[in-house]
């Protein structure tokens, strides 16, 4: 019912910035009340599962965000385009993986939790040289 399509990510520095983008449409034929409570980003390193990076909920704009990337990452959206961004700024080595980003379905989830989330994009990878 919903696709998420990523751009975004590459090969930088350590201490530089990205941006991750994320586009998250109805498929044809999806009704419009077709939404989703919450979006978010997650990443994943081989051999572990996918760490909470950031997350919103959709209709009032909270923001949420793991341990590691407060203070450095920024999850924003772009309610009339549907469309999700994360700005990563001083990135560091560790912050190397592979960057998801997610969707819900439409009714109320624990935004860290990688198993609340319905649609996923497909991948991105970052890599932060030292």
């Known amino acids: 019912q919903v696709d998420l399509v990523q751009s975004g990510g590459g090969l930088v520095q350590a201490g530089a910035s990205l941006r991750l983008s994320c586009t998250i449409s109805?498929?044809?034929?999806?009704?419009?009340?077709?939404?989703?409570?919450?979006a978010g980003w997650f990443r994943q390193v081989p051999g572990k599962g996918r760490e909470f990076v950031a997350g919103?909920?959709?209709?009032?704009?909270?923001?949420y965000y793991g341990d590691s990337v407060k203070g450095r990452f920024t999850i924003d959206k772009d309610n009339d385009k549907n469309e999700l961004y994360l700005h990563m700024t001083d990135l560091k080595p560790e912050d190397t993986a592979v960057y998801y980003c997610?969707?819900?379905?439409?009714?109320?989830?624990?935004?860290?939790?990688?198993?609340?989330?319905?649609?996923w994009g497909q991948g991105t990878q970052v890599t932060v040289s030292s």
């Open positions: 997610a969707a819900s379905g439409p009714s109320p989830v624990v935004v860290p939790t990688p198993t609340a989330y319905r649609y």
């Open positions: 919103v909920i959709w209709s009032r704009g909270s923001k």
């Open positions: 109805r498929r044809p034929g999806t009704s419009y009340e077709v939404g989703w409570y919450a």
